[in-house]
T-cell receptor
Framework: EAQVTQNPRYLITVTGKKLTVTCSQN?????MSWYRQDPGLGLRQIYY???????DKGDVPEGYKVSRKEKRNFPLILESPSPNQTSLYFC???????????FGPGTRLTVL | RKEVEQDPGPFNVPEGATVAFNCTYS??????FFWYRQDCRKEPKLLMS???SGNEDGRFTAQLNRASQYISLLIRDSKLSDSATYLC???????????????FGQGTILTVHP
């Protein structure tokens, strides 16, 4: 089954404790992206990647890092999480030339 | 001014009604336009792309007005299952495809009641 998976789905952590949210897709898509969704602000792009070893900033990259060492994986790293990073995070992938972005199920992160 | 703006609603309509959503965008270089649907606490899913000539998919019709920089979504004969948040998405990647830098509107909430 074609899908985008994210782990963990729910995470409660404390300020400053490094964490990684994993994202994996099994569709051999070149493009992957991370978004955060907050009430009243909608979905905002954090980082995206056009292919392996090619990443670029979206609208809200501060406080986040990403890497794209393999085509299927695109982890989101929070080196020192802060409470303003409490949000719902979505990973997405897309075949270059295609129309449809496939989203993962979301990761609800709470930073205390 | 937000780059992509939608009326957040909520829109409450009876079954069978016709409802229309508009979305305005600020970047005239925008290339690609989409409507996504998001159910409560779920991931967004593509509803339809929006083409310059307008396009229809069953009960759903999307229109693009480049001169006025807005796109619209019309839903005819609303069903209970249409209740969701509808997200307007704009991309201005020079390649004209849907990758690159995407900007989402904040979404319009639709509730269809019996």
């Amino acid at each position: 089954e074609a899908q985008v998976t994210q782990n963990p789905r729910y995470l409660i952590t404390v300020t400053g404790k490094k964490l990684t949210v994993t994202c994996s897709q099994n569709m051999n898509h070149e493009y992957m992206s991370w978004y955060r969704q907050d009430p009243g602000l909608g979905l905002r792009q954090i980082y995206y990647s056009m292919n392996v070893e090619v990443t670029d900033k979206g609208d809200v990259p501060e406080g986040y890092k990403v890497s794209r060492k393999e085509k299927r994986n695109f982890p989101l790293i929070l080196e020192s999480p802060s409470p303003n990073q409490t949000s719902l995070y979505f990973c997405a992938s897309l075949r270059v030339g295609g129309d449809t972005q496939y989203f993962g199920p979301g990761t609800r992160l709470t930073v205390l | 001014r937000k780059e992509v703006e939608q009326d957040p609603g909520p829109f409450n309509v009876p079954e069978g009604a016709t409802v229309a959503f508009n979305c305005t965008y600020s970047n005239s270089a925008s290339q690609s336009f989409f409507w996504y649907r998001q159910d409560c606490r779920k991931e967004p899913k593509l509803l339809m792309s929006v083409y310059s000539s307008g396009n229809e998919d069953g009960r759903f019709t999307a229109q693009l007005n480049r001169a006025s920089q807005y796109i619209s979504l019309l839903i005819r004969d609303s069903k209970l299952s249409d209740s969701a948040t509808y997200l307007c998405v704009v991309n201005w990647d020079a390649g004209g495809t849907s990758y690159g830098k995407l900007t989402f509107g904040q979404g319009t909430i639709l509730t269809v009641h019996p």
